[in-house]
């Protein structure tokens, strides 16, 4: 069935570290990632996003690595931040189809 | 340059009622994408509209439904409510018909709660 699943459902990191938020999917077909951040009662924002053409790419503080292989996805955040705490959603859409395909989400937090 | 808009923010309701639900896209986007939200989960696709049209749709009962405005804002609308329709309501907007660009841009959602 469709299903974008997390690893871990919380991390815990100490400010100033690295985070890493991982995520498997299980749609070989899937073409297209996006990862969103989801802060108490809001809606999720936009962070980063990857196409299946491509293993790696890099924004500011942010890094998404896909490996098709494995069919895994990842997020790393550089020095993170108290500002970076909330729930990390990833994303898929497969045959161009426009709806996206949610996991449950990796709630982050950040120690000061 | 104006991002997705919805209201109301927060709604409640009891069971058998319906409710509307409003969209605006960000500015130079045309096509409209509904999820629902339950607490703790990550959201669930339930309907795409583009070009006043529903082109795609969630699994979710004809309860739900809705529709898109020449000027490309959305509703959504739920009949005869059930205590399970209980949920944070998103819109989302992109720009072009599906396949052509994926990114989603979410709004801040609606609360809605059924009693």
């Known amino acids: 069935g469709e299903s974008v699943g997390l690893h871990l459902p919380t991390l815990s990191v100490q400010e100033g570290d690295n985070s890493i938020i991982n995520c498997a999917y299980s749609?070989?077909?899937?073409?297209?990632f996006i990862w969103y951040k989801q802060e108490s009662g809001k809606g999720p924002q936009f962070i980063i996003d990857i196409r299946s053409n491509m293993d790696k790419r890099q924004g500011q503080r942010v890094t998404v690595l896909l490996n098709k292989t494995v069919k895994h996805l990842s997020l790393q955040i550089a020095a993170t931040q108290p500002g970076d705490s909330a729930v990390y959603f990833c994303a898929e859409i497969y045959n161009q189809g426009g709806k996206l395909i949610f996991g449950q989400g990796t709630e982050l937090s950040v120690k000061p | 340059d104006a991002g997705v808009t919805q209201s109301p923010t927060h709604l409640i309701k009891t069971r058998g009622q319906q409710v509307t639900l409003r969209c605006s896209p960000k500015?130079?986007?045309?096509?409209v994408s509904w999820y629902q939200q339950a607490l703790g989960q990550g959201p669930q696709f339930i309907f795409q509209?583009?070009?006043?049209?529903?082109?795609q749709r969630g699994n979710f009962p004809d309860r739900f439904s809705g529709h898109q405005f020449p000027n490309y804002s959305s509703e959504l609308n739920v009949n005869a409510l059930l205590l399970g329709d209980s949920a944070l309501y998103l819109c989302?907007?992109?720009?072009?018909?599906?396949?052509?660009?994926?990114?989603?841009?979410f709004g801040p959602g609606t609360r809605l709660t059924v009693l």
């Open positions: 500015s130079g986007h045309d096509t």
């Open positions: 749609n070989s077909a899937s073409d297209y």
């Open positions: 989302a907007s992109s720009y072009g018909l599906a396949g052509r660009t994926d990114t989603q841009y």
């Open positions: 509209y583009y070009e006043e049209e529903e082109r």
